[in-house]
């Protein structure tokens, strides 16, 4: 029996990055082959798939930011690999993934699978800007591209705003393996033992600054510490949050931490009493999935993503965005009602076992992948 050949188009960083090594290392090597067109900038870790052999790679040009040269040099680069490797569909991951897969998608007449991983307009901070990238998005959404939705939220966006039909729709949730060993920190640890913390660069998607509003108005009451990860990519932000925290008095009382390694970042989550979020969106974040697999309850914004791994008086607490006092008071009756953590915790556990193990979800994924094909 042939396999089924799919050639993944993404920029291979942060949880997209985490997305397809994932998929990669469980994926049935048996009836499906993988290869991967990527980013010359990426992370720099070889691709493996299920049998620790390596995947056919190529490294383009596809960065975050719009650039006519970087972006149409890229689109003819792809051009050419999936013209060689013919591929039987693409699977797009993340926005520039997404544009770059699915044009070249149409000019090869090849099907498209697309997983946004959070779509690019809800990035906008303009009205202007939204618009335009909704546009865009409108526009790639029409031919053969299926949507494959990392989450319902992301899901019932592609058809209420984007405007997919429910018939070029699917779902498949973010997930990852069990996390059965921690391991030592690569890094100096500088932070109390006692701690909160969160993953995300300072951008106005993970929205830190609203977050240190809330740990000011914690310490009012409380003796808090929070670790920021993931201060290095991208971090558009990282001098207003840097200036708030010298505003708020508040140095002795946050850690900033540059990008490290996925095991360091296991392993402060893993020693973290909550994981928080004050996102204004998200697809579905790793981060979060990490912390429901290492047993910590957690209080995030309730946005895209978020609100579908955290139920509110089960494994955590959703908060409407910017909603300083409640975010503080949710934190701060976890940090003192020990019977409610400990059940939070369990519960914790037991939505990643259910809905984000990546052992019993990959079949989902390889049923969508054979599906497709018919």
Known sequence: MKKIKIAHVLHSVGGVDVSLRQILHNLDTVNFESIVIHG????????????????????????????????????????????????????????KGGVIG?????MTGTK????????????????????????????LSKGE????????????????????????????????EPIEKILDLSIPKTWPDEYL?????????????????V?????????????????????DHLK???NLIAELNLKNKVTL????????????????????STARYEGLPYSIIESLALSIPSVVSDCDGNRDLILNDYNGYCVKENNTIEFSQKINTLLQDEKLYNEFSKNARATFEKHHNIYKTIKDLESIYREELK
């Open 215 to 235: 740990l000011h108005e914690l310490n009012k009451t409380v003796d808090v510490h929070l670790v920021i990860l993931g201060v290095g990519h991208h971090a």
């Open 145 to 176: 591209t299926i949507l494959l939705a990392s989450s319902q939220s992301e899901l019932k966006r592609a058809i209420n705003e984007v405007g997919f039909p429910k018939t070029k729709t699917n779902l498949f949730n973010n997930s990852i």
């Open 197 to 213: 913390c969160t993953v995300g660069r300072p951008c106005y998607q993970k929205n830190i600054e609203e977050l240190i509003v």
């Open 112 to 139: 498209i699978l697309h997983t946004p991983q959070a779509f690019s307009f809800l990035s906008a901070e303009t009205k202007t800007k939204k618009t335009f990238f909704l546009k865009v998005e409108k526009i």
């Open 240 to 242: 207003q949050v840097e």
């Open 40 to 95: 010359d900038s990426d992370i720099k870790d070889e691709f493996v798939d299920k049998d620790s052999k390596p995947v056919v790679h190529y490294q383009l040009p596809i960065y975050r930011e719009i650039s006519f040269f970087n972006d149409l040099t890229a689109i003819l680069k792809a051009w050419k690999i999936i013209r060689k490797e013919n591929p039987d569909f693409i699977h797009s991951h993340s926005t």
């Open 257 to 276: 931490l540059n990008w490290t390694t996925r095991e360091d970042v296991l392993n402060i989550i893993s020693k973290s009493k909550l994981y928080l």
């Open 102 to 106: 699915r044009i070249v998608g149409f």
